[in-house]
């Protein structure tokens, strides 16, 4: 079984997904506000948020890396997911995010996708990360582009379009190079 590294932050940390989630976790994929922009955009019942929850701690031992659950450090409160996918037809590793409605707007998803970029730059030694932001999601947008994230192309993808944002290196002599 992979053994699923924790990262921290300042005030986060991104920890391997469980069982004592679960209700955090159904709850925030139970809101509307929450999967607006993922998937066909519909929130999920808790059989389904158990099946996502399984299939991204699946993704860890397929691939060797995946999402996490964002905690603060200082309460153990759970708000978020954060990490890494690249499920069989995905375009490219993707760093994704999605925080608890009530967790966002307190710069945890750049705190946290930071750690992340550094994680894929330094330990996968990723060549180049993205992001699918379905269009019209600006805070996403924003957030992608704080991240340094380039706009490379708009996609149909999934029944969705979307930005693709791509993230290099900061070691990298050549952006471009690499797309």
């Known amino acids: 079984m992979f053994d699923i590294p924790t990262l921290e932050t300042a005030r ?6 469980s069982a004592r989630h679960f209700d ?3 709850a925030m994929l139970a809101d509307p506000t929450s999967t607006r922009w993922v ?7 808790r059989g389904h ?3 996502s929850l399984a299939m991204l701690l699946g ?3 397929l691939r060797g890396y995946g999402m ?16 890494l996918m690249n499920p ?16 966002r707007h307190h710069g945890y998803a750049t705190e946290a996708c930071t750690a ?3 994680y894929a730059w330094n330990q996968l030694h990723a060549q180049r990360v993205i992001s699918l932001v379905r269009i019209g999601n600006e805070a996403s947008d924003r957030l992608a582009e704080r991240l340094g994230g380039e706009h490379i192309e708009d996609m149909d993808f999934c029944g969705s379009y979307n930005h693709v944002f791509a993230y290099y290196p900061p070691y990298r002599e050549s952006r471009r190079a690499y797309a």
């Not at 998937?39 to 019942?45: A, F, K, R």
């Not at 996490?68 to 990490?83: H, M, N, S």
């Not at 069989?88 to 967790?103: A, D, Q, R, T, V």
């Open 39 to 45: 998937g066909d955009g519909e929130p999920l019942d």
């Open 49 to 51: 948020a158990w099946r």
């Open 59 to 61: 993704h860890w031992q």
């Open 12 to 17: 986060l940390r991104l920890t391997a997904l």
């Open 116 to 118: 992340v970029l550094d």
């Open 68 to 83: 996490w659950a964002l905690e603060l450090k200082d309460t153990g409160e759970f708000v978020g997911r954060v990490g």
């Open 88 to 103: 069989e037809g995905w375009p490219g590793i993707e760093l994704g995010w999605m925080l608890k409605s009530e967790s």
């Open 24 to 26: 955090d976790y159904a």
